[in-house]
């Protein structure tokens, strides 16, 4: 009897917004991987020699193909099964576009904000200010409709939750009584849903010696 294919082998961190986009969509795919949790400080020898980037996430496929991008382990996902088209393809360049802004220029004044005591040549509510030029985007598209792109979720969505979830808890009680009300829905929305609960179950730190397999 031929052996079976081994599994995809994910290596992820629990809290790590490009880690968790990468699950999320593997899991909304229903697509079975190898769950591999990483030390960020002490990374498996067997995670750097398959991409010397050495960054999360990385999805190692059965041909040994490595995807070491939260995108494209995205949208190798949806390419298996997208069930409830998040890919809208005829909306791509903006999904595309909202996805780019997010993790460019969004994400920087993210950390900036998170980590105002290491940025001390401005105030917080300086670098805070102006991450909400992204939160003013979004909400105003979420007065249009429920998700960002229209009334169904895309991968816009999924791909920006974890930032945007980031953002809200470095002052969760700030956010919540922001005029933020349609992304604090939004968010609520992705915080609560079953997707998301499922993909942020705790498993302890992989190693090769220790053998303990786990699955998303
Ligand atoms: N562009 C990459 C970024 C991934 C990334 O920066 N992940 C962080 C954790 S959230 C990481 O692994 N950093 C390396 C480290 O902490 O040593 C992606 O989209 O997958």
Do not use: G
């Amino acid at each position: 009897m031929p052996m079976p294919n081994p599994l995809p082998i994910l290596y992820s961190f629990r809290r790590c917004p490009y880690a968790m986009r990468a699950r999320l969509a593997i899991r909304y795919s229903n697509l079975q991987v190898e769950l591999r949790e990483v030390d960020l400080k002490n990374k498996p020898p067997e995670m750097i020699l398959a991409s010397a980037k050495a960054t999360v996430p990385v999805l190692i496929l059965n041909d040994q193909t490595v995807l070491d991008e939260s995108l494209d382990i995205m949208y190798w996902s949806l390419q298996q099964s997208d069930t409830k088209n998040w890919l809208q393809k005829n909306h791509q360049s903006e999904i595309e576009q909202l996805i780019q802004q997010n993790d460019q220029s969004f994400k920087t004044d993210l950390d900036h904000y998170k980590y105002a005591d290491r940025f001390p040549q401005q105030p917080p509510v300086y670098y805070r200010q102006q991450a909400e030029q992204f939160l003013k985007l979004l909400e105003q598209r979420l007065t249009k409709h429920t998700f960002l792109i229209h009334d169904a979720a895309t991968l816009a969505d999924v791909a920006l939750f974890p930032f945007i979830r980031q953002f809200a808890y470095v002052d969760i009680k700030w956010f919540e009584t922001s005029v933020y009300t349609n992304l604090h829905r939004w968010l609520t929305y992705w915080l609560e849903s079953d997707l998301f609960l499922s993909i942020m179950r705790k498993h302890s730190n992989w190693s090769s010696e220790k053998q303990n397999i786990t699955y998303l």
